[in-house]
């Protein structure tokens, strides 16, 4: 079953695994609904760890980052 959808495929999941934003690989893949895309997201788990834990180190808001 190789053939184009299986390059997208690969494609999205790849870049999903790299933490690329959803609406980005919408974009790129040429999905109609963000729900297409979001089929993929689910091969990128330490996402939402790693986006909590930015915001350790973030400055407050309001304040330039130096």
Not at 11 to 38: K, N
């Amino acid at each position: 079953a190789n053939g184009p959808h299986t390059l997208r495929h690969t494609f999205c999941s790849h870049l999903a695994m790299r933490g690329t934003p959803a609406r980005v690989i919408q974009d790129l893949a040429g999905h109609a609904s963000l729900m297409t895309t979001e089929r993929y997201m689910h091969l990128a788990p330490g996402l939402a760890r790693a986006a909590i834990a930015s915001l350790e180190t973030a400055p407050p808001l309001g304040i330039p980052h130096p």
